[in-house]
């Protein structure tokens, strides 16, 4: 399990799912496996930072609020321990096998988050990311993406002010969050796809179909 298949062209297809927290990612992620199964399609429904039990734990401290602030760089070296480890046990496996993955968050969130938010400059996370996975990339992401507002209006009170750490943070690290985010898009517009998630669930649904159908070839 030490070499990673970044020379090798996959045979199954690699999606990832990002946005803000309250963006509604991980229900949209939900459908799309419900529909590709629905369409007969070998699925993988996995996560960052975790998806496997080595890695959850890593998760576990990474979320857990009783640490409190911790360096930016800390976080950087956390997430991509977590990453490689799943890339060569869960990912990789997966995508050689022919399957579809659907992955919740990856290094877009990375360079969202550790660096958009937290200010890690940029050479410093391609450095480490160079080391973790030879900084691979997803085929295919899907950025679902809404005004801060309306994220904080959906994860609503309970949610607010937080259960994990990072949701502790304030606005302004948010919203240099989104930004982050779409800067990425506005990199890369082939890879990263935005999709426009201040819409009704089933709207935003049959935008996600639409575009995942056609990276695939089905029908919406
Ligand atoms: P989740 O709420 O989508 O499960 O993600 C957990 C939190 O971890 C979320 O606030 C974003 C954060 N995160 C990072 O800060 N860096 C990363 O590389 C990843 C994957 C997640």
């Known amino acids: 399990m030490s070499n990673l298949r970044s020379d090798v062209s996959p045979r199954g297809l690699f999606v990832t799912f990002e ?52 360096d ?63 900084g691979r990339r997803p085929d295919l992401t899907l950025l679902f993406d809404l005004p801060l507002g309306e994220a904080e209006r959906r994860m609503g009170a309970a949610e607010r002010g937080g259960h994990d750490r990072l949701d502790g943070e304030n606005r302004a690290f948010a919203a240099r969050v989104r930004d982050g985010f779409l800067a990425l898009a506005a990199a890369e517009p082939e890879r990263v796809r935005t999709i426009d998630a201040t819409e009704s669930l089933a709207a935003t649904t049959s935008a996600m179909k639409k575009v995942l159908g056609a990276a695939l070839g089905l029908a919406p």
Not at 40 to 61: K, L, S
Not at 90 to 110: H, K, N, Q, Y
């Open 19 to 70: 946005g803000i927290d309250g963006s509604g990612k991980s229900t949209l992620l939900r459908r799309a496996a419900l529909w590709l199964t629905s369409c007969g399609i070998a699925v993988r429904v996995t996560h960052e930072p975790g998806g496997t039990p080595f890695c959850d734990a890593i998760r576990g401290i990474f979320l857990d609020p009783q640490w409190g602030e911790v």
């Open 72 to 134: 930016g760089t800390v976080e950087l070296l956390l997430v991509f321990a977590s990453r490689r480890q799943h890339l060569l046990e869960v990912i990789d496996p997966a995508l050689a096998a022919g399957e579809v993955v659907l992955c919740d968050r990856f290094t877009d969130s990375t360079l969202a988050y550790q660096g958009a938010g937290r200010g890690v400059a940029r050479e410093r996370i391609d450095q480490i990311d160079r080391i973790a996975t030879a």
